[in-house]
């Protein structure tokens, strides 16, 4: 697990590592923010090509050769960021990254379920939590003061020994579990899942932008082809002996649930991380550093509360912690819902560590109650939709409030008797950042009735057990 996690780290680390920078690598290859912004959409939509078809490849391959074959992807890729002359190239780098990274958390989810018991996956997924949550929280300020005193391309330098300390270390000490069944290949489902989560992926991610509308030609036809491509995905799997993703797993209650939580906690997550910031850099006139100094604590206490959140798993089950986090987690998107030109910074930063701290209690939880449930020959295709959802929840995320914002403030502006003034315009994005703040309260509500269905999730082979006649050999 320590090979794992430390690859996990630095390639987590390398996911927000490079937002900051984005403005800065416009002006060094001159290119536009539409085009920049491939670094970001490219990176989420290979995770979600990539992600569907991590079951196929856990189950063909041995964990050795999965985690040194995707740590060296992610490392070459890091090298031909670190050296580009030109943006293509730095943009094929990246994506090289992107199929490192997207590989690579599945392995580790799978890896945790066959190693340790369900009594202790709690505490394990939660120090996991803390490399998953930690790593993108100290990204962005590591990011500008890189940015600032060395230079851009030490984004990725510094990250290439520690991506070599890990294949060395993990070469040395990691050890194969689990079976490799080497399960056949369907071509027909591997093209469906990469239109299909592809599609889906950078329909919405465009339309996330915020200039386009969803009925543009770029925004509605990847999703309409990628709407298209999951249904016959999902009919072609129903029908296969051995599926490419076997979305057999959605029959375990538990992780229903647990993936209904997931892409609401995402969303609610999503729509903090991108519209609080516009939000206090807009209205409330503060600096990005500022800004940034603000989310910070909940950021570090969402990845540091992790494994106390694992451990109290542990011990008292999944529905003492989500519930209570789930009740926070509503009264918190209220509170955004209610805020303005006039909200003094105290009550974001206690509502965003609340918000954090309620996430931590709820997603990790969550996610290793529904995967506990399922058996052992699910567990890949348990992790590879669990972490599936996680782009695509993003992309949605991101599209539907940033759609929800700019509508609002532009009704806003056009009912004003002088849309120009600036005080107007302020009160025009806090008008549209309560609107998507009121629409994550709903969300968040819907997430608080599912949370009261769940309960303790009993792998299939221990209910199995449980249920054999207890034989007196005396």
Known sequence: MISLIIGAFFAILNETLLNIALTTLMERFSVTPATVQWMATGFMLVMGILTPISALLLQSYTTRQMFLGTMTIFTFGTVICAIAPTFSILLGGRLLQAVGTGLLIPIIFNTFLLVFPPERRGTVMGTIGLVIMFAPAIGPTLSGLIVEHLGWRYLFITVIPFALFSIGFGYKFLKNVGEVTKPKVDIPSIVLSTLGFGGVVLGFSFAGEGDVGYLTPKVFLPLVIGVIALIYFVFRQLKLKEPLLDVRVFQYPMFTVAAVLFIIIIMAMFSSEIILPMYMQGPLGLTAATAGLILLPGSLLNGLMSPVMGKLFDKFGPR??????????????????????????????????????????????????????????????????????????????????????????????????????????????VSGVGLVYLVAFGLTIVGLIVALFIRKAVPEERRDQSEQPVVNES
């Open 320 to 429: 003492k912690l989500i519930i209570p986090a789930s009740v926070v987690l509503t009264g918190v998107m209220f509170t955004f819902s209610t805020i303005g030109l006039t909200t003094p910074i105290w009550l974001i930063i206690v509502s965003y560590v609340l918000l954090m701290v309620s996430i931590s209690a709820i997603m990790m939880p969550a996610q290793t109650n529904g995967l506990n449930g399922l058996p052992k020959h699910l567990y890949p295709h348990g992790t590879a939709i669990m972490n599936t959802l996680q782009p695509v929840s993003g992309a949605i995320g991101v599209s539907v409030f940033i759609s929800i914002m700019t509508n609002r403030q532009q009704a806003y502006l056009d009912q004003a008797s002088n849309p120009t003034n600036a005080e107007t315009i302020s009160q025009s994005l």
